[in-house]
């Protein structure tokens, strides 16, 4: 029996268990010394002068300011829009002014006190709505750092012939990552030998392009090393580029190594979070309930500059019409800038904000047709062989019919809404039970993989232990584990006998970022295919004979290293066959492969404190080959958890562009005690395009969580919610004016 299918051990459990992994901060360097950021106060302005106040040693101190830097100031990703330290026009508050570096902690906090800026203030915009109506001119010609249309069909000609037409418009907030371990780094950098970097990161290559454009230096001068990382979900993605290039500044400056670790609240005021949304949605369905046409406006609040809100509007436009199929469609897409710290990638990437509203907008719809909600998704699945929004043609087998039988079975999802109808007749507490279907793209949206050309070797070293090297990261999720699992089966050998290599620039290809649930299903075919490579080279060269067991695949690498050299196996991504995608016109093949799921919730709602509780959860996924069970259930788990955070309890509160309650005290995510039994079924179907048909599934959870929990809302009182993070005070005034209207 093959290793993947196995629930084997984490690789790297047993170090971060014991306390024997390292991250960052257990890191130090002889005479290094710490950094810190002074930023802005305000949300808009230019910044006239910098003032460094009395009875601080500044002799002490390693300065940085914008005039410092040799290369270019800015943030090499998408565009070039956001500098590494303000040079003259501040955009957003805690934009990076100037760097300071001190042997002391305590004194660098006291210099950062002592930092104050003459500033002269602009008016800031700070809302979606106010930045589409242009009230004030922040970003280019007309605040939008992206755009895009998918249009099918004709929907302007379907509205007169329509016997339902329902309109209405969903919000969603931003919502911070929150991974376990700060941002952090420590930079070492001279202009002769170059600068290396350790940090918390999630892609490596991302750092070093940057690092490259910021201080001028040839590719072979930038080295990038991932320490041991506690969490990411996105916010380690594009943010550690700005603090690993604030550490080299400070470290090419002070000639020493240089140590920065953010505080938390810090981190949560400063770095990127999930971006806001407002999702107009205007559909057509027949007297029959068939859907005829559907008009969306998706507008994201991008913050300050560009990041990646151009492929988080992306994925998000194209999932806007859910699993669904409709001859006549247009979604319309922006993300806008506000005076706000840039949004970024959190887990899901655009899809759980227009999830969010076309599933609630299902159950609206069904209510105003007269029919209950499965059934009018019934009638309008997408099925094999019809095209998505981007015209798109589904050719791996589709049946949400049966996700969505198995989902009422294994909840008893109709015996439930009987049984709750009857319990709220005569009790105070309302229990709903509710359910969202939805489906996410594997992988970068269209040209995306193309463009990044990702690549990963497998090698044997000289006793027979092969070793994986690719730049995707261990940030919680299994990489290492699964990597092991993926190689081991391809060579038909133990994954005891497999290392993962540390994601490190100098030794690892780049095998593209650690986003997109693109690492199991993209990265892990190219380790899938590397491995073979290798396996049939032992094979032609005549040092291995099928069949074989490991020891005797050892020896044969032993002796092929013995007499030719370094044996490897290489990888690099080739799109399936007949993939065919227009940037310009956002048509064809999104993605090569979809993960399908239906999600139950089970909630209860308390009128007197209007709090709400998740009770129970079901979660049925078609997923491809399963990897390894025990760490792709807890994907899921996770996933579900900080979607239910996320519905429920995260709610960031801004002033001035500013998140003001900056610390887990009052920054609220769901706890043990707040998280429900989480049930969860994997089908699988489709195995044609990841490593023995494995498709990703990191993000999946995050798109159907909330809307699965708010439909369940609705269930239980009879009210629609149009807008996430739904607190308890956010539910009283809703209840409180629909009551207020009635009478």
């Given amino acids: 029996m093959g290793e993947i299918g196995k629930s084997i051990i984490r690789k790297e459990g047993k170090e971060k268990i014991t306390g024997q992994a390292r991250y960052i901060d257990d890191i130090t360097f002889r005479d290094m010394i710490y950094g810190a950021t002074v930023r802005s106060p305000i949300p808009r302005g230019l910044l006239r002068n910098i003032f460094f106040g009395a009875g601080i040693p500044w002799n002490e101190f390693t300065i940085v300011t914008a005039q410092d830097i040799i290369g270019s100031n800015y943030v090499e990703l998408i565009a070039t829009d956001q500098p590494f330290l303000v040079h003259n026009q501040i955009n957003h508050p805690e934009e990076p002014i100037v760097l300071l570096a001190h042997p002391s902690k305590d004194m660098l906090e006291k210099g950062r006190a002592a930092v104050k800026f003459d500033i002269d203030p602009l008016p800031p915009i700070l809302s979606i709505e106010d930045s589409l109506t242009q009230k004030e001119i922040i970003w280019g010609s007309d605040n939008l750092l992206k755009s895009c249309l998918l249009e099918k069909g004709n929907v302007d000609a379907v509205w007169e012939d329509a016997a339902f037409i329902i309109e209405d418009s969903y919000e969603t907030g931003a919502q911070e990552q929150l991974y376990i371990e700060n941002q952090g780094v420590i930079a070492i950098a001279d202009q002769k030998t170059g600068i290396t970097v350790w940090g918390s990161i999630q892609c490596p290559y991302y750092i070093h392009k940057a690092l490259m454009t910021l201080f001028s230096l040839p590719t072979e001068k930038i080295r990038v090393i991932q320490a041991e990382t506690g969490g990411g979900f996105g916010g380690k993605e594009e943010y550690p580029t700005m603090i690993s290039g604030h550490a080299a500044l400070l470290a090419m400056k002070s000639g020493k190594p240089v140590k920065i670790i953010y505080s938390r609240s810090e981190d949560m005021a400063a770095t990127t979070k999930r971006h806001p949304s407002r999702t107009k949605i205007k559909m057509a369905a027949d007297k029959d309930g068939i859907l005829l046409g559907i008009d969306i406006d998706f507008a994201l609040d991008g913050g300050a500059y560009v990041t990646l809100s151009p492929v988080v ?29 840039p949004h970024g990638a959190f887990r899901g990437f655009g899809a759980p904000q227009s999830t969010f509203a076309i599933e609630r907008h299902m159950n609206k719809a069904a209510k105003e047709i007269g029919i209950a909600p499965e059934e009018f998704r019934r009638r309008n699945f997408i099925k094999q062989g019809q095209s998505t929004a981007t015209k798109q043609i589904i050719q791996e087998r ?55 050309a990702s690549r990963a070797n497998v090698e044997a070293d000289k ?49 593209g970022p650690t986003v997109a649930s693109r690492t199991c299903s993209i990265v892990g075919k190219l380790v899938e295919n590397a491995a073979m490579e290798l396996r049939q080279t032992l094979i032609s060269s005549g040092y291995l004979k099928v069949p074989y067991n490991k020891e005797e695949f050892k020896a044969a690498c032993k002796s092929y290293y013995e007499n030719i050299g370094p044996l490897k196996g290489v990888s690099q991504y080739k799109p399936p066959k007949n993939f065919i995608w227009d940037d310009k016109t956002y048509t064809g093949d999104a993605y090569a492969s979809y993960g399908f799921a239906v999600y139950v919730a089970e909630i209860t709602v308390n009128p007197e404190t209007y709090e709400t509780s998740v009770d129970n959860f079901y979660a049925i996924q078609e997923v491809g080959q399963v990897i390894n069970p025990v760490l792709a259930t807890g994907q899921i788990e996770g996933g579900v958890v900080q979607g239910i955070g996320y519905t429920l309890y995260e709610k960031v509160v801004w002033k001035e562009g500013r998140m003001i309650n900056n610390q887990m005290t009052n920054y609220i995510i769901p706890t043990a005690r707040d998280t429900p039994p989480i049930h969860v079924h994997f089908e699988e179907w489709n195995k044609q395009h990841g490593p023995q048909g494995a498709k990703g599934i990191g993000e999946l959870p995050l798109d159907g969580t909330s809307p699965a929990i708010i439909n369940a809302v609705e269930n239980a009182i009879g009210i629609s919610i149009n807008a996430i993070p739904m607190l308890p005070e956010d539910l009283f005034k809703v209840w409180e004016g629909k009551s207020s209207s009635k009478a």
């Fill in 463 to 511: 006793d027979g232990r092969i070793h994986v090297l690719a730049s995707s990261t261990e940030i919680g999720q299994g990489t290492n584990t699964i990597f092991s699992q993926i190689a081991a089966d391809a060579l038909g050998i133990s994954s005891d006998d497999v290392d993962v290599v540390r994601p490190d620039t100098k030794f690892v290809p780049d095998s």
């Fill in 313 to 341: 509007l992306s994925r998000g436009s194209i999932h806007a019409c859910g699993v669904y199929y409709c001859e006549n469609l247009r979604v319309r897409g922006r993300a806008v800038a506000t005076n706000t710290p």
């Fill in 398 to 452: 589709i049946d949400f019919d049966v996700l969505l039988n198995e989902a009422f079975r294994v909840s008893d999802y109709h015996e439930k809404l009987k049984q709750f109808a009857l319990h709220n007749q005569t009790n105070k507490k309302k229990k709903g039970i509710g359910f969202a279907s939805f489906m996410h793209g594997v992988g970068f949206t269209g040209s995306g993989e193309l463009y990044l």
